[in-house]
């Protein structure tokens, strides 16, 4: 969708920004029409010009306007207004320009359509006057066509810089994007093929047994393990697809040998997360004694695992359909498991205070806390562990 938009939108600021280069084109037209004129109006010795011209100074201007391709030169003194005819055909006459004095005075020279004679243009600017006088005005006439014309080549040169720009950007973009897709597929194959390569770790054998052959509900006790990589994203942005991938792998493939060495099962891999359940007899030793291998097994890797750990009955079903269905563990004790980890830094773990397991010289206690998880009204005392060095 990122490139209809990119060229939707470069489309309609092409079009506001044509429109704007061709006021400004008009704009600067007029300025150096009025500039031009101003050198061949006649003027007095003092500077002024000559409110009652001669025939002489009106022959001179006119073929003045005649070089200049004018159809029409007129001024505007304070005292009278005079027009010079360089077309004959042209039906010039003098203009009343009463209505846009104040409006040249205060905005600059101005260009007007059909002011005079049909199909002509008109610039119209001022001569400044002495002090404390009226202005003079003058308007010079020209055909449309060579007006529009050379207003079309400014604007057009202006134009093709201006999409020249707009389709590098875009294609900049697409190939940005291109790059991005394909990036993010290959890393997702990569996973996928990670994920497949241990899939005889994810189906959850408890959970089976509990099942039978059925697809019925069923409720147990159990010890949830939540182990997940600590600033995993940060991991991703800055490194390439290989890397991120050969990360899980490790991180993955070194949990779920150490969960199955403790009586474990693999419930299933979420990302950069594996959550696991032990229900043996002594399950809480067990779980306990794998969040501890799992934290040493991941020493050497770029990003650590923090673990959660929490004991409570669970809901054991089938999720999916006859041809692809997953077994998994649902409930609160899952849910919390999940919010113990979050609070887990890298190397720690995090499990409720009541949660015995088989003291070690090689684990540390490094606090003691009450926590109210995310989405739960009740607080939970909870211990933080770490290994020794």
């Not at 093929?193 to 509900?217: E, M, Q």
């Not at 969960?259 to 997360?273: F, H, L, P, R, S």
Request: one cysteine or more; aromatic letters at 4%.
């Amino acid at each position: 969708m990122l490139l209809p938009l990119l060229v939707i939108g470069g489309f309609g600021l092409g079009v506001t920004m044509i429109a704007g280069m061709s006021a400004s084109s008009e704009s600067l037209f007029a300025q150096s029409d009025v500039r031009l004129v101003r050198t061949i109006v006649p003027r007095s010795p003092n500077s002024t010009i000559e409110p009652e011209p001669t025939p002489r100074m009106l022959a001179e201007l006119k073929r003045e306007a005649v070089e200049l391709g004018l159809t029409c030169l007129s001024v505007v003194t304070p005292a009278r207004t005079y027009t010079v005819r360089a077309d004959e055909q042209a039906g010039c006459s003098d203009p009343d320009l009463t209505g846009l004095r104040h409006e040249i005075e205060e905005a600059g020279p101005l260009l007007v359509e059909d002011l005079i004679v049909q199909n002509t243009w008109t610039s119209i600017g001022k001569v400044e006057p002495q002090t404390g006088k009226p202005a003079t005005l003058i308007a010079a006439t020209r055909p449309a066509t060579s007006l529009e014309a050379s207003i079309l080549r400014s604007t057009g040169t202006w134009a093709t810089v201006f999409a020249s720009v707009i389709l590098l950007v875009v294609v900049t973009m697409a190939l940005v994007v291109i790059r991005a897709q394909k990036r993010i597929d290959a890393q997702a194959r990569y996973v996928g093929r990670v994920h497949d390569r241990l899939r005889s770790f994810l189906p959850v054998a408890a959970v089976r047994d509990a099942l039978g052959a059925s697809t019925k509900t069923e409720r147990f006790d159990a010890v949830i393990l939540f182990a997940d990589l600590r600033d995993f994203s940060g991991f991703a942005d800055t490194n390439d697809t290989k890397a991120v991938a050969e990360l899980i792998d490790a991180f993955v493939t070194r949990t779920a040998a150490v969960v199955a060495g403790n009586g474990g099962e693999i419930d299933k891999i979420i990302g950069d997360a594996v959550l696991a359940v032990f229900r043996q007899p002594d399950a809480v030793a067990h779980a306990f004694d794998a969040a501890l291998a799992c934290i040493r097994a991941c020493r050497d890797l770029e990003r650590r695992p923090g673990v959660g750990l929490y004991r409570g009955e669970v809901v054991a079903t089938a999720v999916g359909t006859s041809e692809r269905a997953d077994f998994t563990v649902l409930g609160r004790t899952v849910n919390l498991a999940s919010r113990l980890c979050s609070l887990a830094g890298e190397a720690e773990i995090v499990a409720p205070a009541g949660f015995a397991h088989l003291l070690r010289e090689d684990v540390e206690e490094v606090s003691r806390e009450t926590v109210t998880p995310r989405n739960h009204l009740l607080s939970e005392a909870v211990v933080r562990y770490r290994l020794r060095d």
